[in-house]
């Protein structure tokens, strides 16, 4: 083993009480991810299905012959799955070919909602995993720290008890494990508040999920 090989890359993900507000206020629809994504297009050749919506003018422009129908949700609802190798179908000559277009899904997608909750992105992703680790946070306060390790917990308990939830309830990828993660961590910032049976703890969650959707 060479010494390279145990370099570790570290990125600037910014300060976490910062990107915790601006996640939230996106999951509620309320603004987008400045991501500093840099040279990684991870997202885009990672094995994912993009969802397209009524909104989004990709729609016009993507041939109807990479688009399929989503399951549970009506035209003009479609998505692109992706090609054998793994990338979108508008990635072309290692960038976004309808760049200025791009869906919302990919808007909104930001692989540091993995670093967030000390997760990885899946094991078909192995960029995007890499990019996870390589995120470092900083703290402008303990309430940012404390926030940090509160979604960690929550990611690990829903994985933990996932057969023990309501049956459908925990989403069965990774991606939406973190983000729910995030949405219900404030059960998990104190735990000394928190109801001493797992069934209490799993009612606690769903409740905390159902305000953060509320508002
Ligand atoms: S539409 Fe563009 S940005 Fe979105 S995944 Fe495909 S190539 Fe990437």
């Known amino acids: ?23 939230q206020a996106a999951l509620r629809g309320r603004g987008g991810m400045d991501v500093p994504c840099g040279e990684c297009v991870g997202c885009c050749t990672s094995n994912y299905s993009i969802l397209l919506r009524p ?19 009506h035209y003009p609802h479609a998505k ?8 979108c179908p508008m990635f072309s000559s290692g960038r976004c070919a309808i760049y200025a277009q ?30 996870i680790r390589a995120w470092v946070f900083n703290y402008e306060n303990a309430a940012a720290q404390r926030a940090h390790q509160a979604i960690q917990s929550a990611a690990r308990f829903i994985r933990q008890h996932a057969d023990a939830f309501p049956h459908g309830w925990v989403p069965r990828t990774p991606a939406g494990i973190a983000v729910l993660a995030l949405k219900v961590h404030e059960v998990f910032l104190e735990q000394s508040r928190m109801p001493d ?12 999920s159902q305000r953060f959707d509320a508002v």
Not at 111 to 125: H, I, L, S
Request: proline share 5%; charged share 20%.
């Open 55 to 73: 909104v989004d003018a990709a729609l016009d422009i993507v041939p109807a012959s990479v688009l399929s129908s989503v399951p549970g949700m």
């Open 197 to 208: 049976c797992i069934a209490d703890q799993i009612t606690a969650i769903v409740q905390a």
């Open 1 to 23: 083993m060479n010494s390279s090989s145990l370099v570790v890359e570290r990125i600037e993900a910014g300060a976490f009480g910062h990107w915790l507000a601006q996640a």
């Open 80 to 87: 692109m799955n992706p090609r054998s190798d793994g990338s």
């Open 102 to 131: 791009r869906p919302q899904t990919c808007l909104d997608y930001d692989c540091r909602v993995f670093a967030a909750a000390g997760m990885q992105a899946g094991d078909d992703k192995p960029v995007i995993n890499r990019r």
